[in-house]
């Protein structure tokens, strides 16, 4: 009895036909004998007017049909024969007539379509046949069929030599062997020397063998010597091959047949496995090493074997980079290819990212951390509950192994301080495409800072990730090599780049709180552990997953500024529908050095242009003798000497400015003060004064440094240990400026 699905079918079809006018005619309706059962239907298409192309199908004027129609269609999709084998060797013709229609018909089906776009594929696909068409240029070669009777995979993972005059004969290296698929390795030919690991047996041909391979030994070794490969060389390679086979594992062979390259390009090898099933190997290798010159036991098992055994063909997974397109291949992971990245933390940040990059296809990981695998940290840290105890670098390059066999993973364990202080372990960091630093500390992006300032040399690109207390923001700095600077500079720059944005409040919330409550750090256990975020794994992967693209893109320009991302995912965001992320951007400080004490002045280009329109502004309000100043506003790190100049105010209007010099007042001063330290929570402040040299030197005069020791020695509130004196000399058009630093110990 028709189901519901196949009633519907047969009515689509008969409308079809009708509407056809004789192109499409209905032979013949088999009821399905029981419930449950296919109904079939014969259908006769006329092919006359599909245009004809060599090496195309060669239908007949008209083609006959066979469709098998599922109980249960529109959901399970029909399939469909010709009425014979004639086409039996060409691509997606199977079991010599069955038709391919759908290279993945789990996508490419569509139910509510039903016979209408069923019919329609076949018509498309009737057309494409006659015109060689089934395999364009650009596409994936339908290769030929070997029906498997295995549950075994054989993952190719190196090219196989390509055979021109003559066929190969030889072993490939079984590098990974597992209980339900073995990966191949490399090749070697029959008298090449050999490791003494498990090999399959492996014959390569140049010339093709049928679309359909033989399903019995006895038809394989047939067709393999009429593709003038010996017979004796055929067992032989067996044989050796049984020989390295370890007891209780089936024997492997590899058969090798030309194949189009995936872009029509260079021909390749399209591989086949076969499997010895364990108790046949067993006996073939027993044979073996019981052969003797005088009892030839290993040819009597062999040809005993081939004369009934069918062929068990097992899945080939292609995994040759010449063979298979990445699935990632156009996105934004393929700059990590090939790239040798070192990671500093393997924590949350650390382990997905890592992953993330064995995953595009890094060449070489260099992973740092000192902590261990706790069972805490299960929840959202790419470690199993076997990697407690274990270090996280250790355990992670044991899951980097798993997730990608060919990719080279280092762990060190240690203090990740300690490497500044190893001139050896320093130049192996420097020596990556890219450093990581998933570890959101101070401390070591201070030692990097520190590290560079003392000693200028050069160094990859270093990307620094960090995420908010609850996981729902992330900020990511990039600088290089050209760049002022160190993760230190990025990290402060970009603090200062949202403090002045209208959409930065919220992150300047989330990493510079002023909430005293919200500082306090997350401790996940008792005593003392290492303070964290709260958060879960879909979490960390959702933010690091961004900021690993968006670090992927930037790489790949050549000189792309420093910036900063910030991104937003909490719900409020969300909520509203504001803008989730942040591209944040500047230009290069300018740098002077300091004669005195040794400091680099980092002086923003938007300071330095201030300076200069005030100048201006004072040559045409009082000419171009009369000195001018103002303030400057920054901040002062005494570790690695360095000011940071970011904001400048013209003469406060107590100043006093004369030809003879300028005594700059401080009327507004404290207030500008607080102001700029409120908007950039406490990174920009009062650090000194400029003024300008007319049409002179803009070296400190006699008068300068006196009026250094008279400020130096006053307790203004906003003065500090150190006050950076710039000057302005030359002209408005061609500026001189000098900076130099004067420190309260100086006139102690």
């Keep these: 009895m028709r189901s519901e699905g196949q009633a519907w079918a047969v009515e689509q079809i008969e409308e079809i036909a009708n509407a056809s006018g004789g192109s499409f005619e209905v032979l013949d309706i088999v009821e399905p004998g029981t419930d449950g059962a296919a109904l079939h239907l014969t259908v006769s298409i006329d092919c006359k007017r599909f245009p004809r192309v060599d090496g195309g199908v060669p239908l007949r004027a008209r083609e006959r049909l066979r469709m098998n129609i599922p109980s249960r269609f529109p959901l399970f999709k029909p399939d469909v024969h010709f009425s014979h084998k004639r086409y039996a060797d060409f691509a997606h013709v199977q079991w010599g007539d069955s038709i391919c229609l759908y290279q993945a018909p789990e996508v490419e089906w569509e139910p509510a379509q039903g016979m209408f776009g069923f019919m329609e594929r076949v018509n498309e696909w009737l057309l494409a046949a006659a015109a060689n068409e089934l395999d364009p240029i650009g596409m994936p070669l339908h290769p030929p069929v070997a029906y498997t009777t295995s549950n075994y995979s054989i993952v190719p993972c190196v090219d196989a030599p390509q055979p021109v005059h003559q066929f190969w004969g030889g072993f490939v290296e079984v590098a990974r062997d597992g209980d339900v698929a073995a990966e191949l390795g490399n090749w070697f030919a029959y008298g090449e020397q050999r490791p003494e690991s498990r090999l399959a047996s492996a014959i390569l041909l140049p010339t093709t063998m049928p679309h359909e391979y033989p399903t019995t030994i006895c038809d ?47 021909t390749r090898q399209h591989l086949a496995s076969w499997l010895i099933n364990a108790d046949q190997s067993q006996k073939l290798r027993d044979a073996a090493l019981a052969t003797t010159l005088d009892d030839p036991k290993d040819i009597e098992a062999f040809y005993a074997w081939a004369a009934n055994a069918k062929v068990e063909w097992c899945r080939v997974l292609e995994n040759r980079p010449e063979i298979v397109v990445r699935r990632d291949a156009e996105s934004s992971s393929a700059f990590w290819r090939g790239k040798q990245i070192a990671v500093l933390g393997c924590g949350a940040i650390g382990s997905a990212v890592a992953t993330m990059l064995a995953r595009a296809g890094a060449a070489r990981l260099e992973l740092f951390d000192y902590n261990i695998v706790t069972p805490g940290i299960l929840v959202r840290q790419n470690f199993r509950r076997e990697h407690i105890g274990y270090t996280k670098c250790s355990a992670l390059r044991v899951q980097l192994l798993v997730a990608r066999s060919k990719i080279d993973v280092t762990g060190h364990h240690g203090n990740i301080l300690n490497i500044f202080t190893r001139e050896q372990e320093i130049e192996r960091l420097m020596g990556v495409d890219v450093i990581i630093d998933a570890t959101a500390s101070r401390s070591i992006s201070t030692a990097l800072e520190l ?158 242009a201030a300076m200069l329109a005030w ?134």
């Design 615 to 748: 100048t201006r502004r004072s040559e045409r309000v009082r000419g171009n003798k009369v000195e001018t100043g103002g303030v400057l506003f920054g901040e002062i790190d005494e570790l690695l000497k360095v000011i940071w100049v970011d904001e400048v105010s013209g003469p406060p209007p107590d100043s006093l400015a004369s030809p003879e010099g300028f005594l700059c007042g401080t009327a507004g001063v404290a207030d500008m003060n607080a102001e700029k330290v409120k908007r950039t929570r406490g990174s920009t402040s009062f650090v000194g004064m400029w003024h300008t040299h007319p049409q002179a030197s803009p070296k400190p005069s006699t008068t300068d440094l006196r009026a250094m020791q008279q400020l130096l020695g006053t307790k203004v509130n906003f003065l500090g240990r150190c006050f950076l004196m710039m000057i302005l000399g030359g002209t408005s058009e061609a500026p001189d400026v000098s900076a130099t630093v004067f420190q309260r110990s100086d006139y102690a």
């Design 220 to 266: 394989l070794i047939i067709a393999l010597v009429e593709r003038a490969v010996p017979l004796h060389v055929i067992r032989i390679v067996v044989n050796l091959g049984v020989l390295s086979t370890p007891a209780g594992k089936p024997s492997i062979f590899i058969l090798g047949a030309p194949m189009r390259g995936i872009a029509g390009g260079e």
């Design 451 to 608: 590290y560079f300032r003392r000693a200028v040399k050069k160094h990859p690109p270093i990307i620094s990730m960090a995420i908010g207390h609850n996981a729902d923001f992330g900020l990511m700095t990039l600088v290089k090599e050209q760049h002022v600077g160190m993760s230190v500079d990025a990290d402060r720059r970009a603090k200062l780049a949202l403090a002045n944005s209208a959409r930065g409040k919220a992150y300047l919330e989330e990493y510079w709180p002023t909430d005293g409550a919200r500082r306090k750090p997350f401790q996940p256990e008792p005593g003392c552990s290492s303070p964290t975020f709260r958060g879960s794994f879909a979490d960390v992967l959702n933010l690091t997953s961004r900021m690993t693209n968006v670090a992927s893109s930037w790489l790949a320009k050549d000189a792309p500024p420093p910036r900063a991302f910030a991104i937003d995912l909490s719900g409020d965001g969300l909520a509203t529908g504001a803008s989730r992320e942040i591209g944040l951007e500047w230009r290069p400080d300018r740098v002077l050095l300091d004669g005195h004490h040794g400091y680099q002045i980092r002086m923003a280009e938007e300071a330095l």
